[in-house]
């Protein structure tokens, strides 16, 4: 059955076979699922639907803390995505955080164009206008508008990336517990594969004028 047959009532359904063929192959799973919780990886992710975050990394339930919004930003007034950071790195301590990105992305397709999407989207997308702004000779230079997008795909991705190691909470994880390692990756929907684009050890250079020396 394709996606596009699908109906609400076969995801139900669908869901009761799962749980079945779970503790047909585990009969302790959920309830040793359903009693700790402890994954070692922060996703931030793109929203997305080609892009499922245990799937393509091979991940059970309760191995990948995830947070998903419209082209994987770290926005430092989005109460959501600070709640999740918050929440991964002084209750669950994980020891890597992943921004991907993917080619291919509509909201940085989105990003490059002038039209307006309407006034939240268009204040989202602004995030993603301002790294064009900051990379703008690096994607002036590419040669056609796919190569463009890509790049600029790779730039967001270095850009959450930099502004999660920005974050306060971030930066005293780093300094007393020496973790999480942060990185970097992007994600081809046409074949399938995630690249590394950037690593960031616990302590990494950052612009001075991010580092709080009070923390
Ligand atoms: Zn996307």
């Given at each position: 059955m394709s996606n596009v047959e699908k109906t609400i009532e076969a995801l139900l359904l669908h869901n009761r076979e799962w749980a079945a063929d779970r503790v047909k192959l585990d009969p302790e799973y959920f309830k040793r699922l359903s009693s700790l919780q402890t994954p070692k990886f922060l996703w931030v992710g793109?929203?997305?639907?080609?892009?499922p975050a245990n799937q393509i990394t091979g991940t059970d339930p309760g191995e990948i803390f995830v947070h998903r919004n419209v082209a994987n930003l770290v926005v430092h007034t989005d109460i959501n995505m600070l709640s999740v950071l918050e929440y991964a790195l002084t209750?669950?301590?994980?020891e890597h955080i992943i921004v991907c990105g993917h080619y291919g992305c509509g909201g940085v397709l989105a990003a490059m164009g002038?039209?307006?999407?309407g006034s939240v989207l268009n204040k989202w997308l602004r995030n993603i206008k301002d790294v064009y702004r900051l990379h703008e000779p690096e994607l002036r230079a590419c040669p056609d508008d796919e190569s463009r997008a890509r790049l600029l795909v790779e730039f967001n991705v270095r850009e959450q990336v930099l502004n999660l190691a920005k974050t306060s909470v971030l930066q005293r994880a780093w300094k007393?517990?020496?973790?999480p390692t942060l990185h970097g990756w992007v994600y081809g929907l046409e074949d399938g594969l995630l690249r590394s684009l950037v690593t960031m050890q616990p302590g990494a250079d950052l612009h001075p004028l991010y580092q709080y020396d009070n923390l």
């Amino acid at each position: 059955m394709s996606n596009v047959e699908k109906t609400i009532e076969a995801l139900l359904l669908h869901n009761r076979e799962w749980a079945a063929d779970r503790v047909k192959l585990d009969p302790e799973y959920f309830k040793r699922l359903s009693s700790l919780q402890t994954p070692k990886f922060l996703w931030v992710g793109c929203s997305d639907s080609r892009v499922p975050a245990n799937q393509i990394t091979g991940t059970d339930p309760g191995e990948i803390f995830v947070h998903r919004n419209v082209a994987n930003l770290v926005v430092h007034t989005d109460i959501n995505m600070l709640s999740v950071l918050e929440y991964a790195l002084t209750q669950l301590k994980v020891e890597h955080i992943i921004v991907c990105g993917h080619y291919g992305c509509g909201g940085v397709l989105a990003a490059m164009g002038r039209r307006s999407f309407g006034s939240v989207l268009n204040k989202w997308l602004r995030n993603i206008k301002d790294v064009y702004r900051l990379h703008e000779p690096e994607l002036r230079a590419c040669p056609d508008d796919e190569s463009r997008a890509r790049l600029l795909v790779e730039f967001n991705v270095r850009e959450q990336v930099l502004n999660l190691a920005k974050t306060s909470v971030l930066q005293r994880a780093w300094k007393y517990e020496h973790r999480p390692t942060l990185h970097g990756w992007v994600y081809g929907l046409e074949d399938g594969l995630l690249r590394s684009l950037v690593t960031m050890q616990p302590g990494a250079d950052l612009h001075p004028l991010y580092q709080y020396d009070n923390l």
